[in-house]
């Protein structure tokens, strides 16, 4: 079925890639043709998707005995401790990526010397666990076509057009949002003392820190982006299409006041919908900052900030208007971004290959922990977000 997805995927982009010649060389029919293609395609595809998808559940949702997760923490924690690699299957980079919890306790009980290593407990940003997670292990890329314009309608008298040709209304147009695999390096480090544990609470150790360190960078990158030569992760902040034409709505604004949120909550969505489902992405110190304002009576607060259980999530009320927040550190002070998170897709291209290496950091003691995995990512939905920066900022 795996064999199947990629080969309907190759498809799909030959169709959207003969639909997009077609558009430009002014062939309606042939584009028409290729884009019911694509129609047909996605169905096929969404159909083998959900059928992988439910395979994927009952792994993840599996629940291996204590016999096999020792023998396999004590297998892989060896590994490590003699320098090799360790490669984690898409399955558990999945588990990962869409929940936050990667480590809930020890997977066996240390024996002899060696106390838990303490560190690293701060909550990585929930936008993480917010956006389109999907495992393209074995594309060389994916092609998401999505809706810019609407088709068009004409008006006419019944009587005054019997027996004439129609005019022809406007067609739809569509935009393509490529998601490209690049190599993303990710490292954390540890006190040498982690040497003193078992092989099995080594792997714990590490693979905890591992993870962590994955998902730190892939919230950057959810925000960011990345660029190496001529491949590029797209990021909520950058997302284009392979036009090159901005996916992400953008604006500016000089300073957080009484009407900033008005601007962002009001911009997006179509004129004939307030949008729902969209969460404000912003730092601690502009959520801080929304919080100072004050009306007239410079007692009262103009908002209320409620926050969530885990720390990085909230609502802030602005009279009768609920948004949801979530706080992202690795955007840049100032910028401000409002939408569905769900208009992401992260891409996972392969399993994560993590290793130990004692030379880098041993000046200081320390053990780094190196790991690689290929990731993509693009905002999939024209106007997916609207991406507010200071000016100035």
């Given at each position: 079925m795996k064999r199947k997805l990629i080969a309907l995927a190759n498809d799909r982009t030959a169709a959207l890639n003969a639909a997009e010649a077609a558009y430009k060389a002014g062939n309606q029919a042939e584009y028409n043709s290729q884009m019911e293609k694509v129609a047909n395609l996605d169905k096929e595809i969404e159909t083998v998707k959900n059928f992988l998808q439910?395979?994927?559940?009952?792994?993840?949702?599996?629940?291996?005995?204590?016999?096999?997760?020792?023998?396999?923490?004590?297998?892989?924690?060896?590994?490590?401790m003699q320098h090799k690699d360790v490669r984690l299957p898409e399955n558990e980079v999945l588990r990962c990526l869409r929940n936050s919890v990667t480590i809930t306790g020890a997977l066996v009980q240390p024996t002899g010397a060696g106390s838990e290593i303490q560190g690293g407990n701060a909550p990585i940003s929930s936008i993480l666990d917010m956006v389109r997670v999907e495992d393209y292990t074995g594309l060389s890329g994916w092609e998401e076509a999505y809706l810019i314009t609407e088709s068009g309608a004409e008006v006419n008298d019944p009587v005054a057009k019997s027996g004439q040709a129609r005019g022809n209304t406007a067609s739809p147009t569509f935009g393509v949002a490529q998601i490209v695999p690049m190599e993303v390096?990710?490292?954390?480090?540890?006190?040498?003392?982690?040497?003193?544990?078992?092989?099995?609470?080594?792997?714990?150790?590490?693979?905890?820190?591992?993870?962590?360190?994955?998902?730190?960078?892939?919230?950057?990158?959810?925000?960011?982006?990345?660029?190496?030569?001529?491949k590029t992760i797209y990021g909520i902040k950058t997302a284009k299409n392979k036009a090159g034409a901005a996916i992400t709505k953008a604006g500016t604004y000089t300073?957080?006041?009484?009407?900033?949120?008005?601007?962002?909550?009001?911009?997006?969505?179509?004129?004939?919908?307030?949008?729902?489902?969209?969460?404000?992405?912003?730092?601690?110190?502009?959520?801080?900052?929304?919080?100072?304002?004050r009306g007239t009576n410079e007692k009262r607060r103009l908002f209320t900030i409620t926050p969530g259980g885990n720390g990085n999530t909230g609502v802030i009320a602005d009279g009768g208007v609920q948004l949801?927040?979530?706080?992202?550190?690795?955007?840049?002070?100032?910028?401000?971004?409002?939408?569905?998170?769900?208009?992401?897709?992260?891409?996972?291209?392969?399993?994560?290959?993590?290793?130990?290496?004692?030379s880098v950091k041993s000046i200081e003691r320390m053990h780094t922990i190196l790991g690689d995995v290929k990731l993509g990512g693009n905002v999939v939905e024209h106007e997916g977000f609207v991406y507010y920066s200071k000016t100035g900022a």
């Open positions: 439910a395979q994927e559940r009952q792994i993840l949702e599996s629940t291996p005995s204590a016999a096999e997760t020792r023998d396999m923490a004590e297998e892989r924690g060896n590994l490590l390096s990710v490292t954390d480090f540890v006190d040498k003392s982690i040497s003193d544990l078992s092989p099995a609470r080594y792997y714990e150790k590490v693979l905890s820190l591992a993870l962590r360190a994955l998902r730190r960078e892939a919230v950057k990158i959810i925000v960011n982006g990345a660029v190496d030569g001529t300073a957080i006041d009484e009407n900033t949120l008005d601007e962002l909550y009001f911009a997006y969505g179509s004129d004939s919908e307030l949008a729902g489902g969209a969460v404000l992405q912003l730092t601690k110190a502009d959520l801080k900052a929304i919080g100072r304002l949801p927040y979530v706080l992202v550190p690795g955007l840049s002070a100032g910028d401000l971004i409002y939408g569905a998170p769900m208009n992401y897709i992260l891409g996972l291209f392969g399993d994560y290959s993590i290793r130990v290496d004692e």
